[in-house]
Each structure stands twice: as structure tokens, then as C-alpha cells.
């Protein structure tokens, strides 16, 4: 018998925790941002109308007209012009002053300027996990046949063509209608790509245009589709990557390591830099070229922090509707800013927005004292020699000279006294301010420690640090470690090997760190919409980085959007003619909301706590289920039209995004609520409210459907018809749901579901309800 054992994880593209990267980046560019406001130029984004139909070249010439108008001559407008969009959409990326923005905006022809914006990047049991392996019996792996003959594009930091998770052996060729390209660039030719690396492109104009020319010297970045930083890689490989026996990480989390759609083709889109982020023109290129290349779904690990640009001002939502327009699928992480409410990004209706969880995976690691009282902890720890007793010492009980207390206890940089601090176990904890074990565990290595203990929120996301190891325990383990080190004038503790255990600990769960619902954009549309796997994922890595890894574990939402990709991809291979929405609604409705002990899942954070649908909306993704969902949702792009009209947004804006010139523009604001979703939220009932859905069969043609409601807690919910009928002929359906409040409160969210049963399939479609008495919480 052999193990699969796949990998999986994100955090960063540094080598440390994501939350660390960020923190880098932000620096950097602020400083850039400061430089930028003395030269007040910044690279604005331009929509054109809506003639997509016509020769790119001609709409070329449109865009450098535009541009010459306004700077005088043809040289001023070639320097200007970063990128003609010319495919999904017509308009382009310019260099401007703000004051040559606001001119090009009165253009006739020119629907909306939107300036640059800078996103941020958000692994291989979990697919074992998933039960998307080839030994069970009729599953999606089979039945999607590996998802050969789809391609799945990735925007993301590019790729590492010589990891093992991108060869093509076995691989067939790719399809016909595959328009993509082999860019070429610094240390990556043509020979980089192959059957199953069939695309590869690379974004920097924007980039550059705004912080000046990348520096990609001494190896730091590549100016090529090759990926410096092992984020894009990571991604690549945990949706698509080929199987790969015998990987570990350090010798942990052994196994085989594949992708989801093992068999399908990759389109790498580089559009993120090592140097720090990813600009909004250049990943709008990306989709425009992705779309035009033929991929079949996109997986884009992408976001910013709130507040959070609307739907038709940003630059990945608009790249998805041009996508899922053209029937493309467009999944996304829902960021990592969990687990505080209203934090959940990429929140547009037609993105699949991705929480993360956990897996059953774990790493085990003990903590012995002195006393032989045993405790454990995480880590990923696998030096044998470090096997034997350390003195062990509490932060807070060797504060350098001129440090505060406070941060001794948490180990921040400088607090602890170097000469006692050297050679000794340190035991730190996380302070309010939310500090992290990488960071934590340099200031220890810093300050001349040997070992560190982390006590922190509960939480299975390991740390990966090189300098020192570091175990990671909960604030009760680490309280009795204080203790002890407090009972006794001679403290030692011993750190045992980490060790990999398989189906022990209850999972799924939300992770700590995914973002939440409800989104504070449209609370109409339930996002999260699924959670999969994203914490401690082990996947290829780029072997730039130091120490250079084949393999490396990360957690972060980045990691879980990837395995919604390929299940996209395997789903696609079976349904080729389904859309988006058919895609995501199949994804909700099967969602599991149970552990694997069969109790309501758990999401970590602050309470530990049952989870609800802000946490991962429809639930844990059932890939299995997903591919035989009975009935779907479906959404056409005109609804989606619909609902960015009640939303608000003005026709230019909306004229723009959907790539039309006049569409007809109901504000009424019932229709946000109406949106064909597969899923139900009303954010404020005041009083008793219908919302209705339609449902299309895509089970057995003949097919009875019973309705079932768990009412969410201070409302009655009546269902209308509560049986659905469907045969040769009828294969929509509408129905009504009626929800009534019971309590007259200014109150919370309650959370219930609408199940359709038909004795084999069960759709859940989840409810969300807010009772409140006033719409304005003015006299709360
Ligand atoms: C492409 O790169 C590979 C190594 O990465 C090298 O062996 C090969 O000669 C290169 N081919 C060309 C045409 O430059
Ligand atoms: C701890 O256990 C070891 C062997 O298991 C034993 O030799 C030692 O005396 C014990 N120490 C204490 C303090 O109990
Ligand atoms: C959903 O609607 C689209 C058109 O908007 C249609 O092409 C598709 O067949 C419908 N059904 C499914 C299951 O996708
Ligand atoms: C339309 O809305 C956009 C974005 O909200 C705004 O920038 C633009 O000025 C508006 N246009 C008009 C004509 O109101
Ligand atoms: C389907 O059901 C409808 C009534 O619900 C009926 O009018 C129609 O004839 C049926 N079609 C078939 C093919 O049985």
C-alpha cells in the first residue's frame, strides 16, 4: 500500500508568513508612493466603449488617438501608453498627470479613468482528502478524466517550469482552439514550455510605469514568466500540477504530491513581482489576453485589504466579468484578514470566492520539561541532533536594560537581555498587537536563543521558520509552561521530532486566518461561496528562494483557490457547456457543513465557534457531490447587468463593464435580492419579504423535488410551490421563498437553509436573515 499525500499551504511569497510579506510591502510601496507625489504622473486605466467587435488594430489606433489628442504629439502618446486592451474590452493603460486623467474622462468615447491599484498574493494530502483520487469508485476524477483537454489560467507570481509537478509526460497536446503563447524572457524560453506548460505570458509595463524599472539584478526577479518567489508555482502546481512521487518537506508530510486536474493544460499570467505586488493595468491585460487565448478557467490569488473598490471600479472584478461573460470561470481567494466580520474581498456574484480550512493533517510536537511533564505543539521540526534538554526561559523574566516588559513577554526585536537569553528555549507570547512566530522566532535567533515556544490564538496554521525552531502552542499550554519555568530555579525543556499524523484531528475547520462574511460591498450576495483546503498545503516551490525547496508547505486563501480551479477544471471536463453560475451553484449546494466525525464543522477564531455561511458560505467544497449536484442556479449576463443597476452604479460604469452601450437599467432594489443566486441573503428584514429563484434540472429529466426549510432563528420561512415537478419539458422552475420576522429586535444575523430533496440528491441553499427594525441603525 502506498500514501498519496499532497501538499498544500500559502502565506508567502517571501519565505516567511504572508502577514509578514504584506507588512514588507506596504513599506515599499509607500515609500515608492511618496517618490510618485513629486512626479504626480501614475498610470491611469481608460475604458473605451464597447466595439470589441472591431480589428484590434484599429482599436489601437483608437486608444493612441485618445492619447494624442490630449499630450500633442504621436512620441508623448507611444511613451504614455502601457497597454491596449483590445480583447475582452476596448481601452488601455496610460501614464498621466492627474490633470490629463480628468480630460481623457470628458472624452465622448471614454466611459470611465480608473487609476492604478496594487494587489497583493494572497498545497498534497488535501486532495486525498477531498476523496479526489483515482480509487474512488465513479468519482470526479474519473469521471472528469483528470480534466484533460481544459486549461486552467493562473494570475499569479509565475512559474518554476522545472519542478516536477510540470512535466508533461503523458500529457496530450494542446487543444486546438489554444490561441496562448510561450513568451520568452530572462531565464525562460520555449523550451520552458510544454504539453503541459501550453501558455506563459508576463505583465511588468504597468509595474514599471509606476514605480520605475523593476530591479531585477543578482537573481531577485526574473523578467520572464519564471517565478523568483514560489507563490505563482505553488498555486500552478496545487491545481493542475502533474503526480510527483516521493516529495516531503524535510522529510515530513511524505508522500505523492498532484494537482486536482493532474491532466490538465496551464496558462501561466505573470503579473506579480518579488519586488512587492501586482498592478491592476497589468493584471487586466492578463485576463484580456486570457480570455482571448481560450483558457477554461482562471484561478486568481489575488486581493487588497478593505475598504474595498466597487465592482465596477475594480480591476479584477471588471477582468472576471469579461471572463465569466465569455463563459470562463473565475476563482479567487477571499483573503486572509480573518476572522473579523466584513473582511471577505472578491465579492463580485460571478467570482467563486474561496475560504480556507483545514485538512486532517497534522504535525504533532512535543514540549518534555525538566519534570517530565510532556506537552504539545505544531512545528515543522525535523532535526534529529537537537534531541536533548535546553535551558529553558519565560520572555518576561529577561527584559533587556532599557526594554519594556510587555514586549519581553512577547519577544519583540531588542526586549530580551542577549547574555541571558543565549543558548536557552525561549517561551514568547503573541501579544495583542497579533505579532507572528516567524517574526517572533527572528527576534529569539536575534537575541542569541536557541528555540522558541510561541503561545498564541488556537490555530493549525504552522509557521515555517529556518532560523530557530519554533513550536507553536495554544495560551493554555503555554501558560503551563510559565508555571514551570516559574516552580523551578533550574528550567529545561526538550523539543522532540515533529512528527506527520494522519486523520486524527477533526477537520475541516475555517481557518484562523480566512476572511469572513458578510460582504461589506453587497451583503445581498453570500460570500464566502465554498472553503477548501488551505492550511499547511505542501506544493512545488520556486528554487530561487532560500534555502531552495522542491516542496514547501504555506497556508493562506491562496492556497484553497487552487483546489477550487482544478475541481472547476475536472467539473468543466465532464459539463463543457455549463456556466459559471451552473459551476459555482453545483459547488454551494453540495457544500459539506459537517466535520468528519459527522458533527457541525468548527471555524477557528475568536470564539472557536460552530461555523455559519460567513465563514464559507455554502460549506466545505464536496468535489464528489459537486459533479452530481440534481438542480442548479443558473445566472445569464444580463441578470448580472440587472443587479449592477440595483446596485447603484451609473450607466456609463455599468455600460463599461458589460461591455454594451445602452442597456436597459432597472434600479429597483428588490432585483439585488432576486439575483439567481444559490443562495438567499436579506441583510435588513423589516418586514415580510418574498424573494424568488428558479431552479434548472440537470438530474434525471423526470424528477420530484420536496422542499424542506430550517427556518433561521426569529423568522418563519415559507417555501411556494415546496414541490418542483420537472420533465422532458419542464426543466426551469421558479419558486418563491417568503420570510416573515418573528421578533421585533434590532437584531442579528441568523443563519438556516432550503434543501430540495428528491430522495437522492439534497441541494442546500443557505439562508441569511438580518431582522431589524429600522434600516438605519441612527436609533439603535
Ligand atoms: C533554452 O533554455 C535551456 C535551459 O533553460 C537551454 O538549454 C537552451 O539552450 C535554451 N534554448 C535556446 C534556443 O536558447
Ligand atoms: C523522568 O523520566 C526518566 C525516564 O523516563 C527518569 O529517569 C527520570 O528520573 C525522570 N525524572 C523526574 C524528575 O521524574
Ligand atoms: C445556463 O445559462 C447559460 C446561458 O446564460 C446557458 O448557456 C447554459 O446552458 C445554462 N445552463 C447551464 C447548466 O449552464
Ligand atoms: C459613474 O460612476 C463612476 C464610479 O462610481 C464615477 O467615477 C463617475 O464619475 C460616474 N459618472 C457619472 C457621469 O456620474
Ligand atoms: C411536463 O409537465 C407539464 C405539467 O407540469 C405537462 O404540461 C407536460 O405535458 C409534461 N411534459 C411531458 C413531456 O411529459
Known sequence: MYMYLCVYNFISLMGFSSWVHVLLLVLVFQQKWLVLGISETKVYIVYMGHNTHTDPQILQDTHHGVLLQVLGSKEAATKSIVYSYKHAFSGFAAVLTPTQASLIADFPDVARVIPNKIYKPHTTRSWDFLNVNPHFVNGILSKGQSGVGT??????????????????????????????????????????????????????????????????????????????????THTSSIASGAVVKD???????????????????????????????????????????????????????????????????????????????????????????????????????????????????????????????????????AKKDFDKYYPFVYGEDIVADDADEDDARS???????????????????????????????????????????????????????????????????????????????????????????????????????????????????????????????????????????????????????????????????????????????????????????????VAEGAPHKQTDPFDYGGGHVDPNKAINPGLIYNITTKDYIRFLCAMGYNDSAISFLSNQPHVPCPRKTNILQNLNLPSISIPE???????????????????????RVEAPSGTSVVVEPSILFFNATKTRLRFKVTIRPLVRVQGRFSFGYLLWEDGTHVVRTPLVVRVVIEKSYSEV
Not at 690 to 697: A, Q
Not at 698 to 707: E, F, I, K, N, W
Open 151 to 232: 486549461v486552467i489560467g493562473i494570475l499569479d507570481s509565475g512559474v518554476w517550469p522545472e519542478s516536477r509537478s510540470f512535466s508533461d509526460v503523458g500529457m496530450r497536446r494542446a487543444p486546438s482552439r489554444w490561441k496562448g503563447v510561450c513568451e520568452e524572457g530572462e531565464q525562460f524560453n520555449k523550451s520552458n514550455c510544454n504539453r503541459k506548460i501550453i501558455g506563459a505570458r508576463w505583465y511588468v509595463k504597468g509595474y514599471e510605469a509606476e514605480f520605475g524599472d523593476l530591479d531585477a539584478s543578482g537573481g531577485s526577479e526574473f523578467l520572464s514568466p519564471r517565478d523568483a518567489y514560489g507563490h505563482g
Open 247 to 381: 516529495t516531503s518537506f524535510f522529510g515530513l508530510a511524505h508522500g505523492l504530491a498532484r494537482g486536482g486536474a493532474p491532466s490538465s493544460h496551464l496558462a501561466v499570467y505573470k503579473v506579480c513581482w518579488a519586488t512587492g505586488g501586482c498592478s491592476s493595468a497589468d493584471i487586466l491585460a492578463a485576463f484580456d489576453d486570457s480570455v482571448h487565448d481560450g483558457v477554461d478557467v482562471l484561478s486568481v490569488s489575488l486581493g487588497t485589504s478593505p475598504p474595498f473598490s466597487t465592482y465596477v471600479d475594480d480591476p479584477l472584478s471588471i477582468g472576471a466579468f469579461h471572463a465569466v461573460a465569455r463563459g470562463i470561470t473565475v476563482v479567487s481567494s477571499c483573503g486572509n484578514s480573518g476572522p473579523y466580520p466584513q473582511t471577505v474581498t472578491n465579492t463580485a456574484p460571478w467570482i467563486i470566492t474561496v475560504a480556507a480550512s483545514t485538512i486532517d493533517r497534522a504535525f504533532p510536537t512535543s514540549i518534555t520539561l525538566g519534570n517530565n511533564q510532556t506537552f504539545f505543539g505544531q512545528a515543522f521540526f
Open 411 to 601: 519577544c519583540e526585536s531588542d526586549s530580551l537581555n542577549k547574555n541571558l537569553a543565549k543558548g536557552k528555549i525561549i517561551l514568547c507570547f503573541q501579544s495583542r498587537a497579533r505579532s507572528l512566530a516567524a517574526s517572533t522566532a527572528k527576534n529569539v535567533h536575534a537575541a542569541g536563543g536557541v528555540g522558541i515556544i510561541f503561545a498564541q490564538y488556537p490555530t493549525k496554521d504552522v509557521t515555517l521558520t529556518f532560523v530557530i525552531p519554533c513550536v507553536q502552542v495554544d495560551f493554555s499550554v503555554g501558560t503551563s509552561l510559565v508555571t514551570y519555568t516559574e516552580s523551578t530555579s533550574n528550567p529545561v525543556v526538550k523539543i522532540g521530532m515533529t512528527r506527520t499524523v494522519i486523520g486524527k484531528q477533526t477537520s475541516p475547520e475555517v481557518a484562523f486566518f480566512s476572511a469572513r462574511g458578510p460582504s461589506s460591498l453587497s451583503p445581498t450576495v453570500l460570500k464566502p461561496d465554498v472553503a477548501a483546503p488551505g492550511v499547511n498545503i505542501l506544493a512545488s516551490w520556486s528554487k530561487n528562494q532560500v534555502p531552495p525547496l522542491d516542496f514547501k508547505m504555506e497556508s493562506g486563501t491562496s492556497m484553497a483557490c487552487p483546489h477550487v480551479s482544478g475541481i472547476v477544471a475536472l467539473l468543466k471536463s465532464v459539463y463543457p457547456t455549463w456556466s459559471p453560475a451552473a459551476i459555482k451553484s453545483a459547488l454551494v449546494t453540495t457544500g459539506s457543513i459537517e466535520d468528519d466525525n459527522g458533527q457541525p464543522a
Open 685 to 707: 428584514l423589516v418586514k415580510t419579504t418574498t424573494v424568488s429563484r428558479t431552479v434548472t434540472n440537470v438530474g434525471p429529466t423526470s424528477s420530484l423535488y420536496v422542499a
